[in-house]
């Protein structure tokens, strides 16, 4: 008797219950074990790449006028650098602290930051990924203001208590010398004079220190002998102060709207008190006070007039009234306004010098959610083209895919149409921010990013080479009538504000075939065309889809129906046909009721078609528009998933009452079918009502800022948890971008329907063979709940704005066991595969369904043979039944041939549908299909089906359906978004999970290859638009107005460094301003100041140790020559050091030859002296 074992049984259990165990079958596994996989774990490493868009909460701004590089700091600690169209760089402090100030050191590559947590750093930025290589934490007092001169290393820090601390940049300790607040001001002054606003050096004297107290007490400071020598009295508070390059004036700017001039040398009053926006009286009287002028620059030219430009300062009565920057130049006074509130701004100058005419070119104004560059130098101050791609922001992003490795023509094709969409009247100078260089990257593939918005627009974005523009936009809601009317709008309850939001959407680069889906339940088939044309009738497809529990149509006993005809297309009524519901009939306004006079809202789309024509430019032009109906009241329920398909012609999608397919060729409805129709009448996989289990909380919940009260109840469910709500765009989301989900893999929230009860005849269709078709002429279908309309330009069925309502149900009677058991479709994949088990013949064209319950089912698609016959005979559709079932909602589906690469949909090439004839033919003598894949022989199977979950993953073989592989992907929590991806040399699938891991999983064994704890805290915002694209590259949305790119290729973040951007770039300082004859005569010209002999050691002592705490940074030299790894980082020190070694020894010549002219000059001295009393007695010396 053989002896049992236990431990072995252990063994066998524990490799059965490990969730990344891989379960195979008997035969297929053998097979597939001859699958070769190239990717191994050391193929991928995860890092961040670039950050595009516009800096989320802008709080400063600094400029190099040397380097010409940008920088610009936020609330949440974050810095953006820019230079030329291309060269930006993102850096952010650990603390999070937001960046009250920066200061270059100019032409140095160094930056100077100033936080709220009263602390300061230095930022090196001579490398490519700037590090900060010194910290200064303040431990007593609140940093205000900082000023550091021109080539000076000592920086001025003032304080809320009023004091000033120097701090030495090049070893970042404090120095000894302070100016305290009771020395500066009066000593008969019996209040303490606030913070200090403002520190700058006279531009003539850099020993005269000037420094501007909240009070509006200003003191001019003499460094060497530590006293003031001037105080200036003002009744109103201080907001900025500003030199003549001169030093012999200065201007103020109050909280009462007034600008004072001052003398240095007549501190009693102000030579000119002047309130630019202010009414001035008639009687003399003083002006009537205004907002505060927040900030004014005052600069200098040669040939004419000063500059004066100035922020805020407006009239209280201008109430509503954009924020405004003023430019004052001689009598001329221009003020521009902008689109919202102004930061901060900075005056561009021809010489980094203050002592010597500014010179200005150009305004760099910070807005709030904008970058705008003013023209100087041009009448009428027309702003600068932005290279940038700030404009990501324009609408809230709804939706975003990304597209690696793109065909090459497609990027010139969308930049051609793109390019006339410009605007005018921009400067025709160059843009003036043009430091950095661009980086050497060798990897170089066309990569475009799509965006959706808020507002229907779709953005497409060249995204090549660490970069972004924008290549074309298109306005979904061109294709809509809009409410004209106050009244209309107020009375429109479609999805509150924003009814043409992009929902999700489905491209193909090779036929350039684009499918939209909006929250208002449409759906819009573009094709692309470089013609204009005019489009008399947008052709419309209306279509009414209902839960499969509902009765309200009373269907006849058959329970067969055909579609109802609009009057305007010649037809037959059929038998037992209801009457044609008049879609005039008035609906609900602004009572928010879904019921009208005569009735439930029935049969009305959610937007009206426009009825007028449509000119549309070249680019994308509408093909068709389908339109979900109300239903008995009830408003349509959202789209959750999209695909199309140019070589067969079709267009599908769902959503929580099932699947409809749309022949977008013929323009009709081929099915329209509710979810549990899709399974076959004996399967034990599908879903009857149940009551809902309490769902589970995953670590890794998606936690929304902006979720109201019901928060705590709402978050931390998977999206299939949640009740089925309407989506609602609103206000929220126009402030905060990212509170509402919107792609149909983060959102199952749909709105309910009423409680029916479930009709017998649709109950009897599940026991019958489904296959459905359409017959040309008179579109039919055996769903008894489907309404074709083809509207023409006489067409009475057009409706006003207001009868376009779409609103949340308030009197839904459905209970919540019916709203948790509703089953979504969630995914859709065409593909080209075998209907049946035991298939014999060639893969046909089917259609792999997903649903919100982890079921996978197959609808088999007849083409007609031959594309002669396409557009004459119907195409044939049969569902096939459940292949797989997966725990929770299915992510994404694909198809690998028996060597593990993926199988692309077909295709048809591109070609312009509005070219001639004989153009036509020449491009369709070009299309073809991609090679249709291997049969199957008999008793092997010859492709692998890869289904992807919100908590596992399978592979199956097809067409025997039997699993393969299987890997628990999480246990705790849920994955957002997953992607069949191709990396080079291989396929992989890439999830991102709700607890912020991203993983890698090879196929077709599904072994883990990546595993990267990289968002542990996660919003809606990015599980929303996180998405994979090929060849390793990611990206979502990290703020409401930046994209964040990342990459989980190896080969990738081995090659960063020599792909992203330079910022410094060796430049030579321009010459300091010759100080002419007689000011070098007479003294007249600018003061210098040994700074070493006032601030050092020596001089002044040591600081206070509890004052300041230095705290290195990890981008000093050593931690450099320590972190940096690798050829790029060799190379990089090396030229560094040669840079530095070069300098030093550029320095030496120079003191070298300096040397020899001093002796050489000392020795004819000498030898003067020598002959003149060479021959003299001692007597006559």
């Known amino acids: 008797m053989k002896k049992f074992n236990i431990r072995k049984v252990l063994d066998g259990l524990t490799a059965v219950s490990s969730s990344s165990s891989s379960a195979s079958q008997t035969g297929a596994g053998k097979e597939n074990d001859a699958v070769p996989e190239s990717l191994q774990s050391e193929h991928f490493q995860l890092c961040k790449t670039v950050r595009h868009g516009f800096p989320h909460q802008p709080s400063s701004m600094a400029f190099d006028p040397v380097q010409k590089i940008l920088a610009v700091g936020t609330l949440t600690g974050a810095l953006r650098l820019f230079g030329r169209a291309g060269v930006e760089c993102y850096c952010q402090h650990e603390s999070g602290a937001g960046v009250i100030q920066l200061q ?146 200065f201007l103020c700017s109050h909280s009462d709207g007034t600008l004072t001039t001052w003398n240095i040398r007549t501190p009693a009053k102000p030579t000119q008190i002047i309130t630019p926006h202010g009414k001035q009286p008639k009687d003399g009287k003083k002006p009537e006070p205004c907002k505060p002028i927040l900030k004014v620059e005052y600069k200098t030219t040669r040939a004419g007039d000063p500059f004066m430009v100035l922020s805020g300062g407006l009239s209280y009565d201008t109430v509503g009234r954009r924020a405004c920057l003023t430019v004052m130049h001689g009598k001329s006074t221009a003020v521009l306004e902008m689109d919202f509130p102004i930061v901060d701004f900075l005056t561009l100058c021809e010489t980094p010098y203050p002592n010597d005419f500014q010179e200005p ?158 929250v208002s339940a449409h759906v819009i088939v573009y094709r692309f065309s470089k013609q204009e044309v005019a489009t008399a009738n947008v052709q419309l497809l ?98 959750t998933s999209l695909a199309i398909n140019s070589s067969y012609g079709l267009v599908v999608f769902g959503n929580s009452n099932g699947l409809a397919v749309v022949d977008y060729l013929q323009k009709t409805l081929l099915l ?267 008793g092997h199977d010859s492709q692998f089906a890869v289904l992807c979950s919100e908590k596992q993953a399978k592979v199956l073989a097809m067409p025997s359906q039997t699993r393969v592989h299987k890997h628990n992907i999480t246990e705790s929590s849920f994955v957002l978004r997953a992607d069949v991806v191709q990396m080079g040399s291989g396929n992989c699938i890439a999830c991102f999970c709700a607890n912020g891991h991203i993983m890698t999983l090879s196929l077709p064994s599904l072994r883990p290859l990546l595993d990267v704890n990289y968002l542990p805290l996660t919003d809606m915002r990015i599980a929303r638009t996180f998405c994979f694209s090929n060849l390793g590259q990611a990206l979502y949305l990290t703020s409401p107005t930046e994209v964040q790119r990342i990459t989980y290729s190896q080969e990738t973040c081995d090659n960063l460094q020599e792909m992203l951007s330079e910022l410094f770039t060796p430049v030579e300082t321009p010459e300091a301003p010759n100080k002419g004859f007689f000011k070098g005569l007479f003294g007249g010209g600018a003061q210098s100041l040994d700074r070493e002999d006032l601030f050092g050691e020596t001089a002044s002592g040591k600081a206070s140790r509890s004052l300041a705490q230095h705290i290195p940074g990890p981008g000093n030299m050593e931690g450099m020559k320590g972190a940096a790894s690798g050829v790029v980082g060799d190379l990089a020190r090396a030229r560094v050091a040669l840079d530095e070694r070069g300098q030093k020894l550029g320095e030496l010549e120079e003191r070298t030859a300096a040397m020899m002219a001093s002796a050489e000059s000392f020795s004819k001295h000498a030898h003067d002296m020598m002959l003149k009393y060479k021959d003299k007695k001692w007597y006559q010396l």
């Open 104 to 249: 270059f050191l100019i032409n140095e590559g160094a930056l100077v930051s100033a936080l709220a947590d009263d602390s300061i750093h230095l930022w090196n930025l001579r490398q490519k990924i700037p590090a900060i290589l010194h910290s200064l934490k303040f431990n007593r007092e609140r940093i205000t203001y900082c000023h550091l001169p021109f080539q000076s290393k000592w920086l001025y820090i003032g304080t809320e208590r009023g004091n000033i601390h120097i701090v030495n940049v090049e070893s970042f300790t404090l120095s000894g010398y302070v100016i305290m607040w009771n020395k500066a001001i009066e000593l008969s002054t019996k209040t303490h004079p606030g913070p200090v606003v403002h520190i700058s050096d006279n531009p003539m004297d850099e020993g005269k220190l000037l420094i501007g107290f909240e009070c509006g007490v200003v003191v001019l400071w003499d460094l060497k002998s530590k006293k003031a020598d001037y105080r200036y009295n003002y009744d109103e508070a201080i907001h900025s102060v500003a030199w003549h390059h001169e030093g012999k004036q």
């Open 672 to 938: 329209n079918l509710g979810t549990s129709e899709l399974y076959s009448p004996s399967e034990p996989n599908q879903r009857q009502p149940c009551s809902p289990r309490k769902a589970r909380q995953p670590s890794g919940a998606l936690c929304d800022s902006n979720d109201g009260p019901n928060a705590a109840e709402e978050r931390c469910k998977s999206p299939n948890s949640v009740k089925y709500k309407s989506r609602r765009f609103s206000k929220t989301v126009a402030n905060d971008f990212g509170t509402v989900s919107v792609t149909p893999r983060m959102s199952r929230k749909i709105s309910s329907s009423n409680d029916q009860k479930p009709n017998p005849a649709w109950r009897s269709m599940s026991s019958r063979k489904r296959f459905y078709h359409t017959h040309s002429g008179a579109p039919t279908s055996t769903r008894k709940s489907v309404k074709l309309v083809f509207p023409t330009a006489n067409s009475d069925h057009n409706m006003n704005s207001k009868d376009v309502s779409f609103i949340r149900s308030r009197s839904s009677s459905m209970t919540s066991v019916d709203r948790e058991s509703r089953e979504a479709v969630c995914a859709l994949c065409f593909c080209e595969t075998f209907p049946k088990k035991s298939s014999d013949g060639a893969p046909s064209p089917c259609v792999l369904v997903g649903t919100t319950q982890g079921s996978v089912m197959l609808v088999a698609l007849s083409l007609p043979p031959g594309d002669d016959h396409r557009l004459m005979q119907p195409v044939g559709i049969s569902s096939c039944g459940t292949v797989a079932r997966l725990k929770g909602g299915i992510l994404t589906m694909a198809l690998l041939d028996a060597a593990g690469a993926v199988l692309p949909a077909s295709y048809e090439p591109w070609y312009d549908p509005n070219a001639s004839d004989e153009e036509k033919e020449k491009e369709k003598s070009r299309w073809r299909r991609p090679a249709s894949p291997p049969s199957s022989q008999e």
């Open 361 to 518: 070119y150009a305004v760099v104004v910070l807005l709030e959610r904008d970058l705008v560059v003013i023209d100087l130098g041009q009448i009428g101050y027309p702003i600068f083209e932005n290279p940038y791609p700030l404009s990501i922001h324009e609408s809230p992003v709804t939706c975003c895919e990304y597209f690696a490795d793109c065909p090459a023509e497609l990027i010139p094709a969308l930049y051609s149409v793109g390019s006339r969409q410009k605007r005018q009247g921009y400067s025709k100078k160059d843009w003036p921010i043009s430091g950095g260089n661009w980086g050497q990257g060798t990897e170089s593939y066309p990569e475009i990013i799509i965006t959706g918005h808020a507002d229907g627009t779709i953005k497409f974005w060249d995204a090549s080479a660490l970069m972004l523009q924008v290549l074309y936009k298109l306005k979904t809601a061109k294709v809509f009538e809009r409410a004209r009317g106050k009244e209309e709008k107020a009375n429109a309850d479609i999805v509150d504000e924003d009814p043409f939001a992009i929902q999700t959407l489905c491209w193909c680069p090779e036929s350039r075939m684009l499918c939209v889906a909006g």
């Open 542 to 639: 209306e279509v009414r889809m209902q839960c499969e529990l509902s009765d309200v149509d009373s269907p006849d006993a058959t329970g067969e129906q055909t579609p109802t005809q609009a009057s305007s297309v010649p037809s037959s009524p059929q038998d037992g046909e209801p009457p044609a519901t008049d879609s005039t009939q008035p609906s609900a306004g602004g009572n928010g009721s879904n019921s009208s006079a005569d009735g439930p809202r029935d049969n009305i789309p959610c937007l009206q078609v426009r009825s007028s024509p449509l000119k549309q430019s070249p680019g994308y032009q509408v093909e068709l528009v389908v339109q979900l109906v109300w239903v008995s009241g009830e408003p349509p329920q959202q789209i």
